[in-house]
């Protein structure tokens, strides 16, 4: 596999929590980009069920993303305090507080998954594989990206045996992708020129981009493609909530909080993003557990006040259209950006 020969510079990000679907994963792939599954929060057994409806759909290639484990348990004492202040919002929702413990996210299934299927492409996100899970990944016939939101941590990556890396700016919706909480917040273009200054691997581009003036912005910068996720959530292919599709709609901005789950993470800002995220502490998965039956109640419900509504800064830009149709639109675009660009060229 090789980046530079997608019909379309365009990659789905994994979107873990919901929104991924084989169907929008083949999708992307078939119209000429690159779709992505998430494994993050599913069983190996329902990640090789996805696997298998990909493959029933598209013979084009596909990625999978796996979550790196985090490196040890938050501070118990914190969860415990945020606990505390989590139970008047339990109560009304009627439901109990989830029970926090230690997790990854059945790293191990997960890893032994994505080599017996011999995936195409497999990215990884939240830390850095040994360079001997790499290397067993790539074993496989896998291309294999890690994601990142700092220079050091691109050469980092490189040096770990990356074949490519997901360079993902500040305007991202949903988790960061670094190997810590407390990474950086580079911007995209800055992110992206220091990266490519950094190591010689190729970089996709990620965050804040959701039309195809934004994807030849990139290129134009050096990347290899770009990855948006926020543009495919209102694809009827994705799983993304009723409400949180709504809220895409009418909500007035965004904002990076740890409140949902204890990592942090780019969402349209409501009231319990308001009302929790200068107390929530850096603990995941810890909090996540904490909170999930608080948003499983709220996406039963409908109300998007109580839910994660990850979205990067530029979703204003999204609409209600077929996966393809929007590859094919944001391909075009991008050409017609860059032809543009091309013809105001500086003289020499």
Request: glycine residues 10%; proline residues 7%; charged residues 20%.
């Amino acid at each position: 596999m090789d980046l530079a020969t997608l019909p379309y510079p365009i990659i789905l990000a994994p979107l873990a929590g919901g929104p991924s679907t084989p169907e929008l994963t083949a999708a992307v792939s078939d119209a000429g980009g690159l779709g992505f599954l998430a494994a993050g929060y599913r069983t190996a057994r329902d990640v090789e069920a996805d696997i298998a409806a990909v493959r029933a759909r598209t013979g084009a290639p596909f990625g999978v993303n796996l979550f790196v484990p985090s490196p040890g348990p938050g501070d118990r004492a914190a969860v415990g305090a945020y606990a505390a202040r989590l139970r008047d919002e339990a109560d009304r929702s009627g439901v109990a507080l989830g029970v926090p413990a230690d997790d990854d996210d059945g790293w191990d299934e997960k890893l032994a998954l994505v080599i017996a299927e011999r995936v195409p492409v497999v990215s990884f996100t939240f830390g850095l594989p040994s360079p001997e899970v790499i290397e067993r990944v790539r074993g496989a016939g896998a291309y294999v990206l890690v994601t990142v939101t700092t220079p050091d941590e691109a050469a980092a990556a490189h040096e770990a045996g990356a074949d490519a890396l997901i360079a993902q700016g500040i305007e991202a919706g949903g988790h960061r992708g670094g190997f810590t909480d407390d990474a950086g917040d580079f911007g995209l273009l800055a992110l992206l020129r220091l990266t490519l200054r950094r190591t010689p691997l190729p970089v996709v581009a990620a965050g804040g981009i959701a039309d195809g003036a934004g994807i030849a912005a990139v290129l134009a910068a050096g990347a290899v493609a770009a990855q948006l996720g926020t543009a495919f959530l209102r694809t009827p292919e994705a799983g993304t909530s009723p409400a949180h599709r709504e809220a895409l709609g009418t909500y007035d901005r965004t904002a990076v909080t740890r409140a949902f789950t204890g990592k942090r993470a780019r969402g349209l800002v409501n009231r319990f993003l308001r009302d929790h995220t200068a107390e929530a502490p850096a603990a995941y998965p810890q909090v996540h557990q904490l909170t999930a039956p608080l948003r499983a109640a709220a996406r039963k419900s409908g109300d998007p006040e109580m839910i994660n509504l990850w979205a990067g800064q530029a979703y204003r830009l999204t609409e209600e259209v077929p996966a393809a149709d929007l590859v094919h639109r944001l391909a075009a675009e991008a050409h017609e950006a860059l032809t543009r660009a091309a013809h105001r060229r500086p003289a020499p």
